[in-house]
């Protein structure tokens, strides 16, 4: 069984893979589909919007079967963001490291040494048909300002999930898609597939 994960994160690559690959499932990156597409929008107010505008653009267009994510970081000292803007919080092609930066930056600038916050992870997975399934996932922890661990990719160093005393950059890929965000909703998409016959 062969799917393409549309993304342009090869962090998410590496996850997807990983935790699809127990089920058979074989991922396939955009650029190992070989077509050159411009990019789809990513104008929504939600994951969930995203991850449909996402999928949906990709499945029409390849004609496959397309998994798209959205996700981000929702930080409860700043009133839910990055959230949506995760990737671009810093502005339009910032860095994991610039957008970690700021975040750091937005924490001190309310004398915060932590905050309470959540990623989420929202996928689509949509079939050339019209048809689609969707499913979501969340880990809740702690955001902080001084990184730790070379693991993961994004806002990871700055992460502690709840019930541990590391942050999600310190532990192994294995444990991450454990009890990440994305490793519990592509369990659920996983469950869903199970179900249907595509
Ligand atoms: P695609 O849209 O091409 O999939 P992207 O990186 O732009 O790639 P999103 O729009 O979904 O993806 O933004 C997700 C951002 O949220 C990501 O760039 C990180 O900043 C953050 N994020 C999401 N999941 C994360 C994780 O597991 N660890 C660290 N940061 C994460």
Redesign the pocket.
């Known amino acids: 069984m062969k799917v393409v994960f549309a ?3 090869q962090g ?1 690559v590496k996850e997807v893979r990983e935790a699809l690959k127990e089920f058979g499932i074989e991922v396939l990156s955009l650029r190992e589909v070989g077509k050159e597409l411009p990019p789809p929008e ?1 104008t929504g107010n939600t994951f969930c919007e ?1 991850a449909y505008q ?1 999928a949906t653009y990709y499945s029409k267009a390849l004609e496959l079967p397309v998994i ?6 929702e930080v409860e000292a700043l009133n839910g963001l990055p959230g949506v803007f ?2 671009r919080f810093a502005g339009e092609n910032a860095t ?1 490291e610039e ?1 970690n930066l700021k975040l750091i930056e937005e924490l001190k600038k309310r004398n915060l040494t932590s905050s309470p916050a959540r ?1 989420v ?1 929202f996928f689509f997975f949509s079939f050339p048909k019209g048809f689609g399934l969707w499913s979501e996932g969340e880990v809740k922890g702690k955001v902080i300002v001084e990184p730790k661990g070379e693991g ?5 160093p700055l992460f502690i999930p709840e019930g541990y005393g590391k942050t ?1 950059a310190e532990l192994p890929l294995k444990e991450k898609n454990r009890i ?3 490793g519990r909703a592509i369990k659920k998409l996983i469950e869903l597939l199970k179900k249907v016959n595509w």
């Open positions: 993304t342009s994160n998410k990513e995203n996402k798209a994510e959205d996700s981000g970081l995760s990737s994991d957008n990623y992870s993961g990719f994004g806002y990871d999600m990440s965000h994305r």
